[in-house]
């Protein structure tokens, strides 16, 4: 990539960035790219006829077919709001993010062109794109791609995503592994007796190859023809995919033809023309391969097994160490038992990136592990499940550049990969294949995954030449390879576009990982200090804290070092951010898990991140709205996840012992411009948010009372209403403001009540409820209320702006200034109190009319307001705590759009709507 003095400014040039402030740069660059495409388009035979012709572009019927075009597209854009939104810094789960504008562009100026990159005849440009994608990643990622530095030569194709990748890569192992068999078996045939010659054949049964000697015990050469199965299918990945190069060689055939066609024969003794179960009764094995993974592994390695044919029961699962890894032991113990028992091994899997834990495999260990085994008749592929942390490899190519001194808006430092975790990245090459997502850590478009193979003669195994596809061995064709069949050429043409404008270093993608990596230490930290002292849970992080730091030493250093501190004050202050390298995820994933205080019930837990995820995630037909940030949930396997999730269970204050699974909160870090004092406020709405989940879960259901504090709409018969505030109960602790419809036969009833009340009309609940449940039903079933003359009335909830668990933390304190919440539609305007340390009062009322500066959509949303004229705690007048609102207008102020501070004034309608002090008794 590209390097420049602040090189942390790069990146806004390659996002349409969270607000869309790029939008300019897109559609300019989109214009360019399809006016492009229309030239294309017209200098094609330039002679030939238009064929829309602005007669028909007159007629009544285009023109009809283009506004139901439009129409269908606007509408389809209105139900995409509905979408989740990536883009937004509020959004910390899945590992999606904003993809990057020349991957987006790229990928819809080649779009147009509809390319499908199986045939290189269908797509004469993508597949050359795809071809050097491929290169670009080997490349990156450390395998070799010029032949003249070596005979192996990497190679790589784009895939529709990861789990194809994982799946062809177990494929392609698991062919290579019966291959020798294939090649000596086709030796002995007897089609080969027809166009090899008796001396011929003698020389290929003759080729050594490098076996495990039982009587020697060391490798050594022996000739095919005298190896055992157990020897030939325990042979170098290197070997194996040069065999039967190096048979023919051995016979001196140079007749093309006859080379053609003992190849062919070779393909009718493989695994992949007779099938797993005919190849193994033909060659007398008894025992079915097996492969590893570690515990875990993506649910596409379990799937590849049954697609082959061998069964998910073929997969041998790892244990994990404390630190989620990969149990190196475990693994010797297991592949030990496959060796003393001739069970073939197809391949060993290294995870670089899980998609929960964030951990990164020994990969080095792992590979030394093989050179071990191989030393005694084992061996196997070594594949690297690089999927998420793939593009970390970035990181590791050239420096990081200085840093800038001084604060700087906007500015996030790039944090490095720990020591451990670089040394996997350095040493990720000695894997056979790697798995890459270029949609996900690479911030490109679905669907994007890649599949790169150290040795490109390993695809061989699992290359189908059909004629209709392949034009012969000068076809720089993609499509024969893998599994897939049609792709689309647009997805290698907007991750090489990606590539090219960014870089695959650390001027470019390492620049954006760095940055990313730097927010994920800070949430990681956030997620530790969460919890107050005198809060009723606990939030403990997976990862263990850096060597040398206590719990209190490190909270202590978070809480005056780093919170809500400027991300130039955190860089430029040594211990912080040595702390931050030190702490934290292997690639920007947290996971962490709450639990109540004193709570043994593992079920209870689980049952709290459940209702975490519910409050902080979008499902189909809800809407973001009411969603301020999102998060998601994951679970770890009591009997996979061994001993790390054992400590952790630990640290959570649950009982080690516990054979149950464990649900777990994930937050996945993929936006490289978080502020640190964003970052720190996020954990303070998630620590809410928390205290409302609990009340969800411990209140018991009671009768509940709510305030009238609108007129009702006519149009929708809508009305708002405040939650009668009450510390006798716990389930009366909260702050609520909720719009309701009323049910158009109570309408008579509500104006009836209204007529005979002098005060503020009060509703209660008929029968006993759970305030999270009562005010979460579908808005179809609604609930019954009673006034003071006892009419029932059915409402349903229209929307909830605001529900809150008040938050009784001795922390809390009176703010500065009064805060107030205000909120409504285009018709009504309400401002309700926000109470904060006790005593303090609940109160509402009505505003003559929307303040100025503050958006229909604000309002709709609902805004905390500091009314600057009063201070912030309450107004006691003779011992009793009184209105502060003295007067019929005040000066407020709030964070508008954009979060620029707006000062404003509001106009209050005449009197109360309703106003209570609130206290412990």
Not at 431 to 450: Q, V
Not at 461 to 480: C, K, L, R
Request: aromatic residues 8%; negative net charge; hydrophobic residues 35%.
């Amino acid at each position: 990539g590209d390097s420049y003095k602040h090189q942390w400014k790069a990146l806004s040039g390659w996002f349409l960035g969270p607000r869309g402030e790029n939008h300019d740069v897109f559609l300019d660059t989109f214009k360019a790219l399809l006016e492009k495409h229309v030239e294309l388009r017209n200098n094609y035979f330039p002679a030939d006829p238009a064929y829309i012709t602005d007669e028909v572009r007159k007629s009544y019927a285009f023109e009809c077919e283009v506004q139901e075009m439009k129409d269908v597209l606007l509408q389809a854009s209105v139900e995409m709001g509905g979408n989740v939104p990536f883009f937004s810094p509020r959004y910390q789960a899945h590992m999606n993010w904003d993809t990057t504008l020349p991957s987006v562009l790229g990928y819809m100026s080649a779009m147009l062109f509809n390319p499908n990159n199986v045939d290189s005849a269908a797509s004469p440009v993508t597949t050359l794109y795809e071809q050097t994608v491929g290169k670009q990643l080997c490349k990156m990622l450390g395998y070799n791609i010029d032949s003249d530095k070596s005979p192996i030569v990497g190679w790589g194709h784009v895939t529709c995503g990861g789990s194809i990748a994982n799946i062809e890569a177990l494929w392609a192992s698991r062919n290579l592994k019966f291959t020798p068999l294939s090649v000596r078996n086709a030796l002995e045939n007897q089609e080969a007796r027809k166009i090899l010659t008796p001396a011929q054949i003698r020389k290929g049964l003759s080729t050594e190859v490098t076996v495990f000697d039982e009587t020697s015990q060391e490798l050594t050469g022996i000739p095919l023809k005298n190896c055992t199965k157990w020897q030939l299918l325990n042979m170098d990945v290197d070997e194996i995919c040069s065999l039967a190069d190096d048979v023919v060689k051995n016979m001196e055939v140079e007749d093309n033809s006859i080379e053609s066609q003992f190849k062919t024969i070779i393909e009718t003794e493989s695994v992949v023309n007779l099938g797993l179960f005919d190849f193994m009764k033909k060659n007398g094995l008894e025992k079915s391969p097996m492969y590893t993974c570690p515990a875990n592994n993506h649910y596409s390695w379990p799937k590849g097994g049954t697609i082959l044919g061998i069964g998910s029961d073929a997969l041998i699962p790892i244990g994990l160490d404390k630190n989620f890894r990969q149990d190196i032991n475990a693994l010797e113990e297991k592949l030990m038992n496959c060796l003393e028992n001739e069970i073939p091994v197809i391949s060993v899997t290294a995870v670089i990136g899980s998609t929960e834990e964030s951990a990164v495999d020994a990969i080095k260990e792992m590979y030394d592990l093989r050179e071990e085994f191989k030393e005694k008749g084992l061996n196997f592929a070594l594949l690297a499940d690089a999927a998420w942390g793939g593009y970390f490899k970035t990181m590791v190519h050239g420096t990081a550049g200085t840093e800038p001194k001084h604060s700087n808006a906007g500015y996030v430092p790039h944090c490095p990969l720990t020591p451990y975790v670089e040394e996997q990245y350095k040493n990720i090459q000695l894997a056979d294949t790697i798995t890459i997502d270029p949609h996900k850590s690479g911030f490109c478009p679905y669907p994007g995954g890649a599949l790169c193979y150290r040795n490109g003669k390993m695809r061989y195994n699992i290359a189908v030449f059909h004629p209709e596809v392949f034009h012969g061995a000068d076809d720089p064709t993609m499509g024969v390879y893998g599994i897939e069949g049609s792709k689309p050429g647009a997805a290698p043409a907007g991750v090489l576009m990606s590539h090219n404008v960014i870089g695959l270093d650390n001027n470019g993608y390492g620049r954006i990982l760095g940055q990313c990596t730097t927010t994920t230490k800070l949430f990681y930290c956030v997620w530790l200090t969460v919890a107050r002292d005198d809060d009723p849970f606990v939030c403990v992080p997976l990862q263990d804290l850096p060597e040398g730091y206590t719990m209190e030493s490190a909270k202590k250093l978070i809480k005056e070092s780093m919170a809500y501190k400027s991300m130039s004050e955190v860089y430029n202050n040594k211990e912080a951010f040595d702390f931050l390298k030190a702490c934290g995820p292997d690639t920007m994933i947290n996971t962490f898990g709450v639990n109540l205080k004193g709570n043994k019930d593992i079920e209870l837990t689980n049952r709290l991140q459940i209702a975490l995820s519910d409050a902080m995630n979008i499902y189909v037909g809800s809407s973001a709205k009411r969603v301020p940030l999102i998060l998601m949930q994951s679970g770890f396997d009591a009997k996979k996840h061994g001993e790390g999730l054992t400590l952790f269970k630990e640290k959570l204050g649950l009982p080690k012992e516990s054979v149950n699974d464990l649900n777990v909160m994930v937050n996945s870090c993929m936006n490289p411009w978080q502020s640190n004092e964003s970052i720190f406020l996020t954990g303070n709405l998630f620590r809410l948010i928390v205290l409302n989940c609990i009340g969800r879960l411990q209140d018991e259901a009671v009768k509940h009372r709510f305030i009238v504090v609108s007129d009702i709409d006519p149009d929708d018969n809508t009305i708002f209403m405040e939650y009668v505030t009450d510390m006798s109960a716990k389930e009366h602790q909260y702050q609520v403001s909720v719009k309701v419809e009323v049910e158009r036969s109570d309408r008579r009833s509500l104006k009836k009540q209204g007529k005979n009340s002098s005060s503020a009309i009060i509703f209660e609940t008929v029968g006993m409820h759970n305030l999270y449940l009562l005010l979460h039903k579908p808005e179809k079933e609604g609930f019954q209320v009673c006034g003071s003359n006892g009419d029932a009335i059915t409402l349903h909830v229209v929307d909830v702006p605001r529900y809150q668990k008040l938050d009784r933390s001795s922390t809390v304190i009176y703010p500065k200034h009064q805060t107030y919440f205000i909120y409504g539609d285009e018709k009504r305007t309400i401002m309700s109190h926000v109470i904060s340390e006790l005593p303090d009062f609940q109160q509402t009322v009505t505003l003559s009319n929307k303040p100025h500066s503050l958006s229909p959509e604000l309002l709709d949303l609902g805004v905390m307001v500091n009314l600057t004229d009063i201070e912030g705690s309450p107004l006691v007048v003779d011992g009793e705590i009184v209105s502060p609102l003295q007067r019929a207008s005040y000066d407020i102020t709030f964070k508008g759009e954009l979060f620029s501070t707006i000062k404003t004034g509001i106009s209050i309608d005449d009197g109360d709507v309703y106003f209570k002090a609130v206290d412990e008794k």
